[in-house]
């Protein structure tokens, strides 16, 4: 007849290790060296995000530098030109919480 599975009760923090209810865990000083490996891809998607980002932050700001020309050919007020940059930054600051609380789950699940 097959083994039963057992059923584990987790006691204790992340940072304390893992043992079953009622039993002895080892002290954290105890604990033996674990080592993370860090993945080449990684530093090609940071390269990416920085990459992606700057270029990001460099183009926002665009239709302020042409101000001039801008209200002369569309026929809008200076303050109109100035507000496609400041929709920007109004928006980034609320949506960078929720936009990195996705990025990070939906990372972690790969």
Same mark, same amino acid.
């Given at each position: 007849?097959?083994?039963?599975?057992?059923?584990?009760?987790?006691?204790?923090?992340?940072?304390?290790?893992?043992?079953?209810?009622?039993?002895?865990?080892?002290?954290?000083?105890?604990?033996?060296?674990?080592?993370?490996?860090?993945?080449?891809?990684?530093?090609? =998607?940071?390269? *990416?995000? $920085?990459?992606?980002? @700057?270029?990001?932050? #460099?183009?926002?700001?665009?239709?302020? %530098?042409?101000?001039?020309?801008?209200?002369?050919?569309?026929? =809008?007020?200076? *303050?109109? $030109?100035?507000?496609? @940059?400041?929709?920007? #930054?109004?928006?980034?600051?609320?949506? %960078?919480?929720?936009?990195?609380?996705?990025?990070?789950?939906? =990372?972690?699940?790969?």
């Amino acid at each position: 007849m097959a083994d039963a599975p057992k059923s584990m009760e987790v006691s204790g923090s992340v940072m304390d290790g893992v043992a079953e209810k009622g039993g002895a865990t080892e002290s954290p000083s105890k604990k033996s060296h674990q080592e993370y490996v860090v993945f080449p891809i990684r530093w090609v =998607v940071l390269f *990416i995000f $920085v990459l992606y980002s @700057s270029s990001n932050s #460099m183009q926002w700001i665009q239709y302020s %530098i042409i101000q001039d020309a801008v209200v002369k050919y569309y026929g =809008v007020s200076s *303050i109109t $030109v100035y507000w496609t @940059s400041m929709i920007y #930054m109004i928006t980034y600051i609320p949506l %960078i919480f929720p936009a990195s609380f996705l990025l990070d789950k939906t =990372v972690s699940c790969v």
